[in-house]
Structures are given as C-alpha cells and as structure tokens.
C-alpha cells in the first residue's frame, strides 16, 4: 500500500491513462536511459506504476547510456537526455522516444513567471497507445517550397503524435506513397507549387 503525497500529484496516473493501459493486450517493451547516480526519482516512479498497472505485458528496463553508450542508436542516431525513455512493441518495429527534455513544458507569462510543468504521464500513454494500435497513419509536412517543417513545429508535431500519427517529411514526387487516411500538411510554402505538383497534390485529394 502507498500513497501519492506530492503536491501536484506527480506519481497519481489519471483515469484515461488507466484506461489506456488497462487495454493493453500485448508485450510493451520501456526502456529507461539512466545513467547510475542521476536517476530521476519521479521518472523511476512514474515507469514502476505503470507497470503496476499491467504487468503481465508492460516491462521496464533501465539502460545505462554510460554503460551501454549504442543501446538508442537502434532506434535514433540523435543524443538522448539521461533519463529519456524508448517504449516500443513487443518486436520493437514500432517505438516512440521520449526525451527528458520533452517530458517537461515550461511556462512564461510575459516573462514575469516561469515554472516546468511535467507532463510524462500524458507523453507515456501516448507512446503506449501508439506502440500497441493495431493500425497507424502518417501525417506528412509537404518540403521543396520553404514551408515550415515538422522539426520547425514541434507543438503541432506532439499534438499529431499524439493522436497516434507517425510524423515525417514529404516531397511531391513522393506523392503516390500516400495511402488512404494519410495526412499532407503544407505549412506556409513561400514558393508556388508547380503546375505538376498542383496535379500531383489535386490526384492526391481526389
């Protein structure tokens, strides 16, 4: 028996994120990059309630990046924050990172008050929603006319992502790998589309 005395609730998981792991039918693989001596306490928290929830099917695996400095590289070639997490599917063709960095939002009212609010619950639930949907679309952000990119818009990218949507770029003449339910995104281009393109984009929309 243990109880959450922390001011904000931070080790309390909300109801839909019970629901969401309650559902959980499959192997969930996290693994958590903490590097021996700096864990954070409220992640490590976080992760073993988690598993509390469904531990039939979620397991957890702490990763040293010291100890083990290529683990992450099998899923992304950027550098992870320590204490970052990797949760991925039972085979691990399917996965999401979370960076420790982006398990935190920081608020500036008019520069007069900055605090971090943390948001990990809502970022792992997320990640385990997607890893286990049985299908996945992909949202596309349009490129070769100086629009803004997905990496340029990363608050509409977290949103997207969270809807269970895999984010990438696209250009015109990749087209026709777009599927049915597919998204195509053109953020602000600063150049006109081509008359090609145009016909591209309007066989696309039919």
Do not use: C, W
Not at 30 to 44: K, R, V
Request: charged fraction near 25%; proline fraction near 2%; aromatic fraction near 10%.
């Amino acid at each position: 028996l243990s109880y959450d005395l922390s001011s904000n609730k931070l080790y309390t998981i909300s109801a839909q994120s019970k629901k969401v792991v309650s559902a959980v039918n499959q192997p969930v693989n996290i693994y958590a990059l903490m590097q021996t001596g700096s864990e954070s306490t409220t992640i490590e928290n976080l992760l073993e309630n988690y598993r509390k929830l469904a531990p039939d099917y979620i397991k957890v695996t702490v990763v040293d990046p010291v100890q083990n400095p290529t683990f992450a590289n099998q899923f992304t070639q950027e550098s992870l924050s320590t204490n970052s997490v990797i949760v991925t599917n039972g085979d691990g063709s399917r996965y999401r990172i979370i960076d420790q960095s982006d398990m935190y939002e920081l608020y500036d009212f008019v520069r007069l008050t900055a605090f971090k609010s943390f948001i990990g619950e809502q970022k792992l639930t997320n990640a385990i929603s997607f890893v286990t949907a049985e299908e996945v679309k992909n949202a596309y952000f349009l490129t070769g006319h100086q629009e803004a990119s997905s990496s340029n818009l990363s608050y509409l990218t977290d949103y997207i992502e969270g809807e269970n949507l895999v984010v990438d770029d696209i250009s015109v003449t990749d087209i026709d790998k777009l599927k049915k339910g597919d998204i195509l995104i053109v953020a602000a281009p600063k150049s006109d589309l081509s008359e090609d393109e145009r016909v591209a984009l309007k066989a696309f929309l039919e």
